[in-house]
């Protein structure tokens, strides 16, 4: 084992850093002129209500006069150095209007007091305990009558954990808080989002992600010494040998992941969306199309506060993105260009008008209830409410020929079928794969061609015709599985994916390296793509084995989404069973902890998909 930095890449990769900014310095360049100061910095420690004091960083704007309001971020990841007093990028149509920039690091980070727990569990109401929502809450209301020349209000803001921590605080707001901007936030991360897709593992984030978290304070990054993540992963084993071996109870949320592989009383205790009431304070919910980490907790507690909001407070904005990309031009997928800068449009003429009038008292107030910057189009849809309205729930049917077709689902009782092998599972991206930070490959893996897996024996595939016209989907999209397993247990991942024509763009130059293999020609977009695990088909909360060889439904849900699929499109789905290693390997044969399963366990199994399978598309009209 090898230490490294972790958090370092991470903070940068979520404050909006460039790819230039993530690589290493090169001899022949000179040291940067330092940055013009524009804001003075100071640091202090904040108590809470239990004693414990967090490590907090105000920055005041020098060319602002006045009361000015506070901008707050939580965050595990570390807070602004004493030579951060220059001009702040990702904020850069914000900074005009002045703003008293505070960062906090949470309890048992850096050098702030405390435990970092992870947990997400509220105090019951009336309780004298601590948590996430009670220490946003004292320190706003420790800023408010302690940071000179403010005006009173608070904002808060932040992308991923940062993210969670602005939306914790909803649940207990501060009256002093204003406007608040959850960006890739959670709500249940056994449902989705950084641990787990549906309660199956996601492996290789959560020990690349976990570690540094909990290990050390300071970020210290677990490195397995291989060049391919695929291949260490593959030799770990059981998931428990990644506790007993290697991190030896140093990360006390994975320990607790290994001991609770079913929805239990543990992680329901901390689906912290049920505490909140009506929604007070204006928000502002921000979600990526293709969030490698965190895509489905910014919608749902969006959905929460969507059903009591009688001022039309709360919003919702979409986009192509991948996590946190909006922070930054947002002009491309990785090596998939977008038309247009969705990720500055978005800071400049949604972001900052929404603080600018909540914080400020100056602009039009926001009217709108949801934007999107709609993929396959590329422009930007205002929806008078989210969902849309307007759609039609049109099923997609994937036929025993290998077709896809909205006229119906054929021949009842055919099936195509694949052999599953736990020794030889799908990797979710190319090999060799590299380590989750500060690999950008990480960061576009969900917009990656999925040429590469297309001529597995083990990933099915179904096709449409190309389409006539262009097809608009908006909104909620799921698969349904008509399928079986010769095992006890099973995953089924499904995507959906955009295929573009052949002459998309014209031919690359074959004189310069590598640009062939990167056009759009019969790219393969997916557009979405998710995992069910068998054994929680029934009951999240209890698994039990499947029954062999038995055709049954399988639920897949596929989340939010807006997109054209394009005239001379076509749509394709795949279906494999492995997807690894994003997601831990199922053993193909039921053992009540999944995690604890013994090398025996892992057996080959036939899968079969058949007819009745499909995809149910909003469609809008």
């Known amino acids: 084992m090898m230490l490294g930095r972790a958090l370092t890449g991470m903070a940068l990769l979520l404050a909006g850093a460039s790819a230039g900014s993530l690589a290493g310095a090169r001899p022949q360049q000179a040291a940067p002129a330092a940055p013009q100061a524009r804001y003075s910095y100071s640091q202090v420690m904040v108590p809470m209500r239990d004693g414990t004091r967090l490590q907090t960083v105000i920055r005041r704007p020098l060319d602002k006069q006045g009361p000015l309001p506070i901008l707050l971020q939580r965050s595990p990841y570390g807070v602004p150095p004493a030579s951060a007093v220059g001009r702040e990028r990702s904020l850069e149509f914000m900074e005009p209007d002045g703003y008293i920039l505070v960062h906090q690091n949470m309890r048992g980070r850096f050098e702030s007091e405390g435990s970092f727990t992870m947990s997400m569990a509220l105090q019951p109401q009336g309780a004298q305990g601590v948590d996430e929502a009670t220490d946003a809450y004292d320190t706003i209301d420790w800023l408010v009558k302690n940071v000179p020349a403010n005006n009173g209000r608070v904002g808060m803001m932040g992308v991923s954990y940062p993210g969670y921590a602005a939306a914790v605080a909803l649940a207990r707001p501060h009256p002093a808080l204003k406007a608040v901007s959850p960006q890739a936030a959670w709500n249940d991360w056994w449902i989705n989002d950084d641990l787990h897709r549906y309660g199956a593992m996601r492996l290789s984030y959560a020990t690349d992600w976990l570690y540094p978290l909990q290990n050390n304070k300071q970020g210290e990054s677990f490195e397995t010494g291989a060049y391919d993540s695929y291949e260490w992963f593959l030799k770990l084993g059981p998931i428990e040998n990644l506790d007993k071996r290697h991190f030896k109870g140093s990360v006390p949320q994975l320990t607790q992941m290994i001991e609770h592989p079913d929805y239990d009383s543990f992680w329901k205790g901390q689906h912290w969306t049920d505490r909140l009431g009506r929604s007070t304070v204006p928000t502002l919910h921000v979600a990526g199309f293709w969030d490698q980490e965190d895509p489905l907790g910014s919608w749902k507690i969006y959905e929460k506060m969507e059903a009591d ?27 998939f260009p977008i038309p247009g800068t969705s990720g500055t449009d978005f800071r400049r003429d949604i972001e900052a008008p929404f603080f600018r009038y909540w914080l400020h008292g100056k602009g039009p107030k926001p009217g709108f209830e949801a934007k999107m910057f709609q993929s396959g189009s590329w422009t930007w849809k205002s929806y008078r409410k989210w969902p849309a309205p307007g759609t039609t729930a049109t099923a997609l049917y994937l036929r025993a020929d290998g077709s896809l077709s909205f006229e119906g689902a054929g021949d009842a009782g055919q099936c195509r079928e694949f052999v599953s092998d736990p020794a030889n599972p799908v990797p979710f991206r190319e ?179 058949c007819t009745g399978s499909k995809v149910t598309l909003p469609v809008m009209r």
């Open 309 to 335: 909001d009688p001022a039309n407070n709360n919003m919702i904005v979409g986009g192509p993105w991948a996590h946190g990309s909006w922070r930054q031009a947002a002009s491309d997928l990785g090596h």
């Open 431 to 609: 090999r060799p794969i590299s380590p989750t930070y500060p690999s950008l490959e990480w960061r576009w893996w969900e917009a990656a061609d999925q040429r590469f897996v297309e001529n597995r024996p083990d990933v099915l595939s179904w096709t449409s015709a190309p389409l006539e016209k262009d097809l608009t989907v908006t909104g909620d999209v799921a698969a349904t599985l008509m399928a079986s397993t010769s095992g006890t247990d099973s995953d089924m991942v499904v995507k959906l994916i955009d295929v573009y024509p052949d002459d998309a763009e014209p031919t690359p130059s074959p004189t310069q390296m590598g640009n062939y293999a990167k056009s759009l020609n019969g790219y393969r977009l997916p557009i979405a793509m998710e995992v069910r695990r068998g054994r929680w088909l029934d009951d999240w909360s209890t698994a039990k084995p499947l029954v062999p060889n038995q055709v049954r439904a399988w639920d897949v849900p596929l989340r939010d989404h807006d997109h054209v699929f394009k005239a001379g499109h076509r749509i394709m789905v795949q279906v494999q069973s492995s997807w690894f290693p994003v997601i831990d390997r199922n053993p193909q044969k039921f053992v009540p902890n999944i995690y604890k399963a013994k090398p025996e366990d892992f057996v080959k199994a036939t899968q079969r998909v």
